[in-house]
């Protein structure tokens, strides 16, 4: 928690929740890839892996850089960014398709797999951070009337809000 009443939150936490979700989906989805489409299916999957996961790193920038005000706009931000980075992980999961001329299948099914694998790691990542930050809340560590009320919005005194 900053003293201005945002929250302290990590990127390198959130990349190492992304990484290892995304990594634990390509290790046990290579073998069956594989199988099914050789070789140029397991390129498809490290491509759309690594744009999928590129793609999440700029959304946990986006939220983080809103978690500096506050719980509420760091869970806003997660809601918003989301939409977004499923049309940029289209986008350019197909312009890669193009340029290195991938198999469209496996392009479309890592394509899902990885945005909702690592999405999910996203949600526990930020549900982590809203939790600790509440918890501080909870021990006087952080004084908040409304955890969920943007820190610009709040009455401008000039003081400490006090008991």
Known sequence: MTSDG???ISLLGMFGWVLSAAVLAGAIGAWPTHRLAGAAGVHSMLTVGCVVVLAALLSGAVIRRHAA???G???FAFILVSLPKAVVCLGASLGAKAMFSLPVR???????IFYFV???AECAW???ALQKDAFRVALGDVRRDN???PEDTRPKTGREWSE
């Open 118 to 120: 690592t999405l999910a």
């Open 6 to 8: 945002g929250m302290k």
């Open 73 to 75: 706009r760091a869970a």
């Open 126 to 128: 930020l549900a982590r």
């Open 106 to 112: 496996p392009v479309l099914a890592w394509l899902v």
């Open 147 to 149: 955890p969920f009320t």
């Open 69 to 71: 005000r506050g719980p």
